[in-house]
């Protein structure tokens, strides 16, 4: 099925430890996002990419790093794991031109960090 | 800093009620209003949008209402049905290109028979 994949779907870190998230989309969007959600606190953008090539820090980039790896794939890596970054990271992509498509999002990290 | 502001937390509707759920943002260079539907262990999903040229906009049972004067909008949902129960987050972002979007803090609706 056409969309966003995100793996893993569930993941425990122990603090300190490094882990990567990845996505991958087919729809050939040249817009990629990471958001995390949080219980009242909604949808906070942590990293985007523009286009191939680029990527920008959004509201809550501290502690993360992304990668741009080509078109369909853009990574969110974990350098060193905290358990403030216990969250549900959802990845997104857009065609960014034609807003009124809006986001494709992806099922979901679940991370833990204990 | 909350650019948009979305209440209430938590709706309780009985089938075949109405649904409100209210949003306020500060940014008057916002020109693009979402609303998304999430369902558990789901992401979110575009439900609705509109910008700020039209005052309302219907799809089947959704309807957005935007006041730009006073910087609000809101999402009616009518008729609904327990299949509604879900989390909607309003959202906004300004112009084209890459359309990053700032959400809501989200409003869980549960719809009981």
């Known amino acids: 099925n056409a969309g966003v994949t995100q793996t893993p779907k569930f993941q425990v870190l122990k603090t300190g430890q490094s882990m990567t998230l990845q996505c991958a989309q087919d729809m050939n969007h040249n817009s990629m996002y990471w958001y995390r959600q949080d219980p009242g606190m909604g949808l906070r953008l942590i990293y985007y990419?523009?286009?191939?090539?680029?990527?920008d820090k959004g509201e809550v980039p501290n502690g993360y790093n992304v990668s741009r790896l080509n078109k369909r794939e853009f990574s969110l890596r974990l350098e060193s794991a905290a358990p403030s970054q216990t969250s549900v990271y959802f990845c997104?992509?857009?065609?960014?031109?034609?807003?009124?498509?809006?986001?494709?999002f992806g099922s979901g990290t679940r991370l833990t960090v204990v | 800093q909350q650019q948009v502001k979305q209440s209430p937390q938590s709706l309780i509707v009985q089938k075949g009620g109405i649904s409100i759920i209210n949003c306020a943002y500060e940014?008057?260079?916002?020109?693009?209003f979402p609303w998304y539907q999430q369902f558990p262990g789901k992401g979110p999903a575009l439900l609705i949008a509109i910008r700020p040229d039209v005052s309302e906009k219907k799809e089947g049972r959704f309807t957005i209402s935007f006041n730009k004067s006073a910087k609000q909008f809101s999402l009616h949902i009518m008729d609904s049905q327990p299949g509604d129960s879900a989390t909607y987050f309003c959202a906004a972002s300004i112009g084209m290109g890459y359309q990053k979007v700032t959400f809501g803090t989200g409003t869980k609706l549960q719809v009981i028979p």
């Open positions: 940014n008057t260079a916002f020109d693009y």
């Open positions: 990419s523009a286009s191939e090539g680029t990527t």
């Open positions: 997104a992509s857009s065609e960014g031109g034609t807003p009124s498509y809006g986001y494709t």
